[in-house]
């Protein structure tokens, strides 16, 4: 009997379980059925959105003396970079979310999304229907594929609604930044545009001590650099000691395109037309230039003396091991973002050397890649064109979304999650300069999961104080734990003959969505072409960019060039 | 006597239904546990089947499955739309590799497990016998993501453990991940040493279930070791090994993503995309679910005819097959 009844109760846990599980999922996925149902087809097609739109009121009826009768609730995406404290719950997001419950009656919630899979994370979000209500992501093209899926709000409709309302968004980002994505035959505006307050791409950095102990001079040529490598490889006993042998002259990591960018730029030609850049510029990499071949070449014969790290093909992005090697101090030179050697204060790559390996160790960034004019061309950002912030389908609350992209774009509630709480985060100089300094071990809750709390402020990237001034002077105190004058010396040379995009327009390119695997492709090719025999290099080169524009670049190409044609005729330059 | 003949008769006479009754009166416990597999398959396997479809609509965010249009060019039907959209040169190469990398997978790592499982049985001492079989499992709780990284850390061309040797020893370095065929050979032995001592678990079952006597009669007939293990372990355990065969051939096409996806690199892309690969990257990642569900579709479509040849070969050989 007792027997029986054992089994009967397992019997009857497990079916109930089954029968929870089963109820969860159901909820998982009819629930954002019916909000998606509203507001889709406001997506769909741009005349319907105005019959769409959640208030039929246009004189903003919703908000009562500023704020929401009843409360909001949005949820909002931010990069997570595994920090020292949760990405969406910090000091900086609570506070965020008590002013926006005390100003708008909106509470705010976040979302940690994996800054190095974010694609992947909000392609599975959406597809759940469970995206945040406010995303983010430096890629345009997703959005549009998004949008084509239903799966966007449009905003123009709204931003023309509400526009009175968000005078901090549009003091900040200008009709420049907002409509800079607006389809030019259907008014749509997917998206909006972040701006970067400074616009500083790319640098390569060397080791100064390296260049010290050998007694040379910091390269000013392509050639020089060269020669600066096989010096650095042929004297690793003497820069290495015992570690001789885990010298790195050159560090590429799979990325070729990027960590090799200022090489590849300097080969392409200095008076390219912004017809050819534009046709090209699909790929930031600039894999398909007519310059990248020699500069790949250049890569591949250093590769074949040894100049370049072994391993660089098994890494993949995101993993720390080239940046650990730079910080162990096996590594000679590397080109990175402008600030990367800076990057994570007391943590960051020049801090580390200084601390394990040598007091005078450090990365200094250098121009040394000639284009045949002898200048350092080299493409800086564009102030727009950074971080894209976009209204999923599923998000019912357009109106408190748009107030929380508003809020985020004031310049004080930016320049107190940039530069936190004096004493803590930073201090005052002479003369109102802020100096920014890591956050001690007690004071470990205040730290900021992103420089400067970018990933929070979405609609601006890099340093944003009350003025202009006071921004630039501050810019190189940004760091701590590294020398203020490294830190200035990498701007000006990243400003040094640097080349600023221009935004070319001309509505959606329906081929960017059908390629297959061409970043896969890219990489593949770059890679291959590097670390292949010298003899073999022109074969798997061509092959690859063979592959390449079979696989969808061609078709991109020819439908870029096409739509410049009907834009702009037979100018190749944008202002003629 | 009488009212008993009226007993027995009732009973034969009962109709099929109040069998059944009796009949689940007694065993109704044993069918209670049956429903939680019952119901997990229904759930997670043939529900979700309906979204087969997809392969033939063009998918929507956020829109119910029956309210996605079907798959058209411009407007005009054209239900096969994603399937020869997949079937470009990368799905061919991709559907090539697959298919080597899992043959030689089949040649290679299937007698693994049983050569182990044979020898492991011959070992006298018990301890011994058991610890060894305790190592040779743990590979397999390994992810993949760990197990490539100890083959970077033993196998890399510049600072691998390996290399450092050879390097020593004043020879190349030899490209285990770097070059095509080297990295297939590494990825080979990789995927043997993850997986045959779990392998072997099922053949050791088997071993441990042949008669003792068969063995006793052997050795009176004056057979040694090889012999025994060649006339009696190995038959014991065909008609397992043949099971396990039909089951790795019909997955043939098919195959996980996590091996494969974490053991790649750009320098041997292509050998090393599988159509799990060529999904992920060009379906699900850039959200062309029609697409993926295409391929997904015909995998399993190929895989079934490889499952039924394979069953259909070894009832031939007189074997008993899976069904």
Sequence with gaps: MKRKLVALLLAATMVLSVAACGKEKEAASTTPTPKASSSNTSSSSNTETAKATPTPDPSNGELVNGKFVNTRKITVEVYDRDSKTPADNNVWTDWIKEQMLQKYNVEVSFRAVPRWTEGDQINNLLAAGDAPDICYTYSYPTIQAYANMGGVLDLNPLLAQYKPLLTNLWDWLGDENIYYDQDPKTGTVWAIEGRRNNTYRINTFVRQDWLDKLGMKAPTTTDEFEKMLIAFKDNASTLLGKDAAQMVPFLLTQDVGWTAAPIIESFMDPDITDKELYINGFDDRKFTENGTKEAVKLLNKWYNNGLIWKDFSLHASGDSTGDDMCKAGYVGAFIQNYDYPFRNNEESINALLAKNVDPKAKFVAINCFTDKNGNYTHFSYSAAGDRKSFLPATNTEPLASLLYLDFISSPEVVEYLQIGIEGINHEKLEGGVIKISGVSDENVKYNQNSGQNIDITMTCNGLRLSSDELTRKSLAYGYSGVDVNDVANAMAVAEKDAVLPKNVNVGEIAAEAEGTDLTGKRDATFNQAVVCKPADFDKTWDDGMKTYLNAGGQAIKDEREAAWNANFGSKTMIGQ | ?323
Excluded: C
Excluded at chain 2, 23 to 42: E, F, G, N, T, V
């Design chain 2, 1 to 323: 006597m009488e009212n008993n003949r009226e007993i027995t008769a009732s009973v034969k006479k009962r109709s099929p239904w109040s069998k059944f009754l009796i009949y689940m009166k007694r065993y109704w416990q044993l069918y209670a546990m049956l429903l939680l597999p019952i119901i997990y398959l229904l759930v997670f396997k043939y529900q979700p089947m309906k979204y087969i479809l997809i392969a033939f609509k063009e998918y929507k965010l956020n829109t119910k499955l029956w309210d996605m249009p079907w798959a058209n060019t411009a407007g005009k039907l054209d239900v096969f739309k994603y399937f020869k959209k997949a079937m470009n040169t990368d799905f061919y190469n991709a559907l090539r590799n697959n298919v080597t990398l899992n043959l030689l997978d089949l040649f290679f790592g299937f007698p693994a497990p049983v050569i182990f499982a044979l020898i492991l049985n011959e070992l006298p001492f018990k301890r011994f016998k058991k610890t060894v079989q305790t190592i040779a499992y743990m590979p397999h709780f390994l992810s993949w993501v760990i197990i490539y990284g100890l083959s970077v850390q033993l196998f890399a061309a510049g600072s691998g453990l390996v290399n450092q040797v050879v390097s020593l020893m004043g020879r190349e370095p030899i490209p285990f991940l770097n070059e095509p065929n080297h990295w297939i050979a590494t990825y080979i032995f990789m995927g043997i040493w993850q997986s045959f001592g779990w392998g072997s678990i099922i053949y050791l079952a088997a071993i441990a279930g042949i008669n003792p006597e068969l063995y006793e009669a052997a050795s009176v007939d004056g057979a040694g070791r090889f012999s025994k293990m060649w006339h009696v372990t190995l038959p014991g355990i065909k008609s397992t090994i043949v099971v396990l065969l039909i089951m790795n051939l019909g997955g043939i096409v098919g195959g996980a993503f996590d091996r494969i996806y974490a053991m790649q690199n750009p320098l041997v892309l292509d050998v090393a995309e599988t159509i799990a690969t060529f999904v992920y990257k060009n379906g699900v990642k850039q959200l062309k679910f029609s697409l993926s569900t295409a391929v997904g579709l015909f995998q399993s479509v190929v895989g079934l005819f490889f499952l039924l040849s394979a069953n259909a070969l070894s009832r031939r050989l007189g074997e008993r097959g899976i069904w």
